[in-house]
């Protein structure tokens, strides 16, 4: 390398603008620069921000609307970045840590071959591990089609209890996957989640899900045998109150209650006979809908044994994943007005799965950037 003596650079910090000198350096075979100095300070080449104001606007990014994350910056820290500028620099580190997260998942889903292979310990170990996963919708702008987004949760059961008198129960340990790719893509990302969690060693196994048939073919085909399949019961319930009203109108309440009554007590085949001498009974539209949700009873109802399931101490419905659908997905890309390029929604996924899995400090201080 050869010496070019002290060169200025500005650099944007947490404490504002700062200018100063280095020592540069340059290749004499592609007379490219280089400064130590930039490296340490993790300024990337063209980049004017070090790594410190990186980080803290992409977590505001992540957190918040980038006009919002602008205005944040500057109220705390005294440093304006432009939205703009918050834009970028999430959708850059999103990219960035986003491999970093295809890179665990790839150690967790590498095959084992061999007898005494070594393989990546669980970060959580469960004994009795469950895996719940659904999917919400991000707003897209004009001339793209609104984009789902897969979500998986994974925790176990003796992560899960009530505090301070709750109904609703506390999970003390859980981790997170999504994917705004296609189905395909995600089934991996919750493969690899599972394995995180400790399935290879986990005693007893849940899947919890609606009725969305890809995600009970992926279950079929992925978890070990065994596996306690659990179709979200208050989906179902809302399916049949649906019914009940359409077809009994204000004496609806009278047979939808009979009706939860007997699926709690895991005698679903009432129900679909007492839907079955309906549909018999009615013409016309009633008829197709009766038809409709006998399709969606029958198709699920080996997955329908919730007092067995409650016995066993699973839990009987996916509210645990629409949290992460409501949190970590709508509470971001669903503000008010916002409409996203689908390019830039798994970039923003990443960022909040970072967060979200407590991976945060891992992933910017284990890998630096470093400047060419």
């Not at 592609?30 to 790594?51: F, I, N, Q, S, V």
């Not at 065994?226 to 109108?249: F, M, N, P, R």
Request: glycine share 8%.
């Amino acid at each position: 390398m050869t010496p070019l003596g002290l060169k200025p650079r500005t650099a944007r910090t947490l404490a504002g603008p700062v200018r100063f000198e280095r020592e540069a350096f340059e290749c004499p075979r592609c007379r490219r620069a280089a400064a130590p100095l930039d490296a340490a300070l993790g300024l990337l080449p063209g980049e004017k921000m070090t790594h410190a104001l990186r980080r803290a606007v992409a977590w505001a990014g992540a957190r918040d609307s980038y006009a919002g994350a602008s205005a944040d910056l500057e109220e705390l820290l005294g440093v304006w970045v432009s939205p703009a500028e918050c834009a970028r620099v999430a959708a850059e580190e999103g990219q960035r840590l986003g491999c970093l997260q295809a890179q665990r998942e790839q150690a967790y889903l590498a095959p084992v071959v061999e007898i005494g292979q070594r393989v990546p310990a669980p970060e959580i170990a469960c004994r009795r591990l469950v895996l719940e996963a659904d999917a919400t919708t991000v707003l897209t702008v004009p001339g793209e089609e609104h984009k789902a987004v897969w979500c998986a949760k994974a925790f176990g059961l003796e992560h899960r209890a009530r505090k301070d008198g709750s109904q609703r129960p506390v999970l003390s340990a859980a981790r997170h996957t999504a994917s705004g790719q296609d189905f395909e893509a995600f089934g991996p990302k919750v493969k690899a989640l599972a394995l995180r969690m400790g399935l290879r060693k986990a005693q007893a196994v849940a899947f919890i899900a609606d009725g969305a048939p890809p995600l009970w073919r992926w279950a079929e085909q992925n978890l070990p045998a065994g596996t306690v399949l659990i179709q979200d019961l208050w989906h179902v319930l809302e399916h049949l109150s649906g019914l009940a009203k359409d077809l009994w109108g204000q004496d609806a309440p009278a047979a939808f209650e009979r009706w939860k009554r007997l699926m709690v007590e895991s005698r679903v085949e009432e129900v679909i006979a007492e839907l079955e001498a309906e549909h018999t009974r009615r013409r016309g539209p009633p008829r197709q809908r009766l038809f409709d949700e006998l399709r969606y009873l029958r198709s699920g109802q080996s997955r329908m044994d919730y007092a067995r399931y409650e016995r066993e101490g699973w839990p009987l419905g996916s509210g645990a994943i629409e949290g992460d659908c409501k949190h970590l997905i709508k509470e971001r890309f669903g503000r008010t007005g916002a409409r996203w390029r689908r390019r830039n929604i798994d970039p923003m996924t990443a960022l909040r799965l970072s967060i979200a899995n407590d991976e945060w400090d891992h992933d910017w201080t284990s890998e630096l950037p470093i400047a060419a």
